[in-house]
C-alpha cells in the first residue's frame, strides 16, 4: 500500500516568507508526527498528533512553528516569517497505533535563503 | 523527560562481519518501547527492530538483534554478516507508553555506520 507522503520534497524560500509543508500518512495511521533533522543530525522532535487528542506542541521550537492535522488525516506544518536557522529537513511519521513503530515519509528538504 | 544517548557517532565494519550499535537511555517509567531505525543515505528512514520493554526476550529480526538490559537502561543493536546495504545510519528511539504522553518518541543523534568491502 501507499506510504507517507510529504510535499513539497524541496523548498526554497527567503528569509522573512511562510512556508507550508505537508504530510498525507498512511491511511489508518491514528498517530502523526513532525520532526527535524538538520544535516547530519539526529531528529528532534517537532509536534504529535494522536487521534482526537490535544496535539503535544512540546517540541515546536518558537511560536512561528504551527501544525494542523485535518480529520484526523492529512497535517500541514507551517513556518512563519522563516529564518535561516530553520534550514533542514522536516520530517513527518505516522503510526497504527502510538505504541507502534512509525513509518517515515521522505522529508521536506527546506532551504532558507 | 526521557534522554537516549547513541555514544558512537561513527562506526565501520568490514563486509560480512558483526558490530555492535550501542544505546543507553534514561526513563523513570516501567513499559515503554524501543526501536532502531536505519536511514541510509537516500534518506528514507525505516524500522529495523522493536523491542517492547516488558518483554524479556531479545528481538531479531535475521541479522539484526538486540541486547536489552532493562535494569541498565542498555538497547544495543547488533548486525551480523554485515552487507554492503546496512550502510547508514542508525537511531535508537525511545517510545513512551506513560498515561498523557503514549505515543511520545525520542531519538538518539545516530551513529553512521559505513560498512566496507
Known amino acids: 500500500g501507499a506510504g507517507v507522503s510529504q510535499s513539497p520534497s524541496n523548498k526554497v524560500t527567503e528569509k522573512g516568507k511562510d512556508v507550508e509543508l505537508r504530510c498525507d500518512p498512511i491511511?489508518?495511521?491514528?498517530?502523526l508526527y513532525w520532526y527535524r533533522q538538520s544535516l547530519g543530525q539526529g531528529l528532534e522532535f517537532l509536534i504529535y498528533f494522536q487521534g482526537n487528542s490535544a496535539p503535544d506542541k512540546s517540541g515546536l521550537p518558537s511560536d512561528r512553528f504551527s501544525a494542523e492535522r485535518t480529520g484526523g488525516s492529512v497535517s500541514t506544518l507551517t513556518i512563519q516569517r522563516t529564518q535561516q536557522e530553520d534550514s533542514a529537513v522536516y520530517l513527518c511519521?505516522?503510526?497504527?497505533?502510538?505504541?507502534?513503530?512509525?513509518?517515515f515519509g521522505p522529508g521536506t528538504r527546506l532551504t532558507v535563503l | 523527560a526521557q534522554t537516549v544517548t547513541q555514544s558512537q557517532p561513527e562506526m565501520s565494519v568490514q563486509e560480512a562481519e558483526t558490530v555492535t550499535l550501542s544505546c543507553t537511555y534514561d526513563t523513570s517509567e516501567n513499559n515503554y518501547y524501543l526501536f532502531w531505525y536505519k536511514q541510509p543515505p537516500s534518506r528514507q528512514m525505516i524500522l529495523v527492530i522493536r523491542?517492547?520493554?516488558?518483554?524479556?526476550q531479545n528481538a531479531t529480526e535475521n541479522r539484526f538483534s538486540v541486547n536489552f538490559q532493562k535494569a541498565a537502561k542498555s538497547f544495543s543493536l547488533k548486525i551480523s554478516d554485515s552487507q554492503l546495504g546496512d550502510t547508514a545510519m542508525y537511531f535508537c528511539?525511545?517510545?513512551?507508553?506513560?498515561?498523557?504522553?503514549?505515543?511520545?518518541?525520542?531519538f538518539g543523534d545516530g551513529t553512521t555506520l559505513t560498512v566496507k568491502p
Open positions: 523491542q517492547e520493554a516488558y518483554k524479556q
Open positions: 528511539a525511545f517510545t513512551s507508553s506513560g498515561e498523557g504522553n503514549a505515543g511520545k518518541s525520542t
Open positions: 491511511s489508518g495511521h491514528t498517530a
Open positions: 511519521a505516522s503510526s497504527y497505533q502510538p505504541r507502534r513503530e512509525q513509518f
